[in-house]
């Protein structure tokens, strides 16, 4: 069966880092893209980019470029979405989800909630 | 970038026939996804392809595709199927997933 784990919810206040992590687990793991999806509280899922496993290849939203990084630990089937200095306004639910053919998602971890506040 | 635009909200009675549009430039060139999110919870995939289902999708979602407009269509509905959906494409001239803004089914 396919899952993905996603880290539990975090607390952080302004200018902390933060790195929030995805394990997949029943397939593959080096095979698929993982992607990142941010939902903002009350609002609609926005496509912040996505990594692939096997070798690192990262493609990211021009919206989210610079302002976070993503990474994977193929080694232990893990994806990552960290910020270097969080902002209030990354306070949201994060999802990763799995990319296949077309580029759907065909897989979501069951998110995880990012509040940034002083 | 590429834009897609849904209704924010839709409206249908229970057993009744709920149409969700997707608008984007020359959609029916490019495939297109549907989500479905309940509230607490994460999305789950309904149509893929434009038309396609995964398994354990009831038959009541399809999807079509043509021109500037993509449609998920939702019959005989249910109470259940009270959520946000949401389409998605893959624009090839960014290199990046869009989603569309979303649109709340309402059952009344």
């Known amino acids: 069966e396919v899952q993905l784990v996603q880290s539990g919810a975090e607390v952080k206040k302004p200018g902390e880092s933060l790195k929030i992590s995805c394990k997949g687990s029943?397939?593959?793991?080096?095979?698929?893209?993982i992607g990142w999806v941010r939902q903002m509280p009350g609002k609609g899922l926005e496509w912040m980019g996505i990594?692939?496993?096997?070798?690192?290849?990262?493609r990211y939203s021009p919206s989210f470029q610079g302002q976070v990084t993503i990474s994977a630990d193929k080694s232990i089937s893990t994806a990552y979405l960290q910020w270097s200095s969080l902002k209030a306004s990354d306070t949201a639910m994060y999802y990763c989800?799995?990319?296949?053919?077309?580029?759907?998602?065909?897989?979501w971890g069951q998110g995880t909630l990012v509040t940034v506040s002083s | 970038s590429y834009v897609l635009t849904q209704p924010p909200s839709v409206s249908v009675a229970p057993g009744k026939t709920a149409r969700i549009t997707c608008g984007g430039n020359?959609?029916?060139?490019?495939?297109v996804h549907w989500y479905q999110q309940k509230p607490g919870q994460a999305p789950v995939l309904v149509i893929y392809?434009?038309?396609d289902r995964p398994s354990g999708i009831p038959e009541r979602f399809s999807g079509s595709n043509s021109g500037n407009t993509a449609t998920l269509t939702i019959s005989r509905v249910e109470a259940g199927d009270e959520a946000d959906y949401y389409c998605?494409?893959?624009?090839?001239?960014?290199?990046?997933?869009?989603f569309g803004g979303g649109t709340k089914l309402t059952v009344l």
């Open positions: 989800a799995r990319q296949v053919t077309a580029r759907v998602f065909d897989y």
């Open positions: 029943g397939y593959s793991f080096t095979s698929y893209w």
């Open positions: 990594i692939y496993p096997g070798d690192s290849d990262t």
């Open positions: 020359n959609i029916g060139s490019k495939s």
């Open positions: 392809y434009d038309s």
């Open positions: 998605q494409v893959w624009d090839s001239s960014s290199d990046q997933g869009v």
